[in-house]
C-alpha cells in the first residue's frame, strides 16, 4: 500500500467516523434539544471516545450548525426545482414556508427551534448561517426577478436584500413564537401577503 492510499484510508476512516458521529448527535439533539443534550449519550452511540466528539466538533452547536448547514443545501435544490418553472414571487415564498415545515416536522419543534436560533446568535458569529448561504441567496434573487419581471412596484428604494430580509425574520419568528396550528398558517399567509402589497406586488 503506497503512501497515498494510507492516507486516503485514514481519511475515509475519520468521514465514517464523523458520519456516524453526526447521526448520534442529530437522535440526541431530537431527544433532548440542545441545551440539554449529552455528550456522553452521544458518543455512547457512536462507538467512539468522549473526545472524539470533540474533534469533529467543538461544541454542541457546531454539530447543530452542520445540520442546518446540511438541511440549507437539501432545501435549495429542492427549491431549485421549484423555480425551474418560473413561478410567481408569491408562489415561491409560499414554497419557502412548505419546505420549512416539512424540516420542522421531521426534526421536531425543539430541535427545528434550536436551529433556527443559529441565524439570530449574535455571541456565536461563528455558528451563524446568516446571510451568506444558499437558500437566503436564492430568495434574495428571486426578489429581484420578481422586480426585473415587474411583478413588485418599480421603486428604485425596493432593496431586494432587505426585502427577503424582512420576509425571512417575520417567517422565523412566527415559527418560533407559535406552535404548529391552522391559526400560525394563516399568519404566515399573512405575513407574505403585507409585505408583497408593502412592495406594490402587481395581481
Request: charged share 30%.
Amino acid at each position: 500500500m503506497t503512501s497515498s492510499e494510507k492516507v486516503t484510508a485514514r481519511e475515509a476512516k475519520r468521514l465514517a467516523t464523523r458520519e456516524r458521529l453526526f447521526a448520534a448527535a442529530v437522535a440526541e439533539l431530537k431527544r433532548s434539544g440542545v441545551a440539554a443534550a449529552d455528550v456522553g449519550a452521544i458518543v455512547a452511540e457512536a462507538g467512539v471516545a468522549h473526545g472524539t466528539f470533540f474533534f469533529h466538533f467543538p461544541t454542541k452547536e457546531h454539530a447543530l450548525a452542520e445540520l442546518g448547514h446540511r438541511e440549507e443545501v437539501r432545501m435549495t435544490a429542492e427549491l431549485d426545482r421549484f423555480l425551474a418553472e418560473a413561478p410567481a414571487l408569491r408562489a415561491t415564498l409560499r414554497e419557502v414556508v412548505r419546505m420549512s415545515g416539512t424540516v420542522e416536522r421531521r426534526l421536531g419543534t425543539v430541535l427545528f427551534r434550536d436551529l433556527l436560533g443559529l441565524y439570530f446568535a449574535p455571541t456565536r458569529p461563528e455558528l451563524q448561517l446568516w446571510p451568506d448561504h444558499p437558500l437566503i441567496a436564492r430568495v434574495v434573487a428571486e426578489f429581484e426577478r420578481a422586480r426585473d419581471r415587474g411583478e413588485l412596484r418599480p421603486d428604485p428604494g425596493v432593496d431586494p436584500t432587505s426585502a427577503a430580509v424582512f420576509f425571512l425574520m417575520g417567517y422565523f419568528a412566527l415559527q418560533v413564537t407559535y406552535e404548529r396550528s391552522a391559526d400560525r398558517d394563516r399568519m404566515l399567509e399573512q405575513n407574505i401577503d403585507v409585505l408583497l402589497r408593502g412592495l406594490g406586488e402587481a395581481r
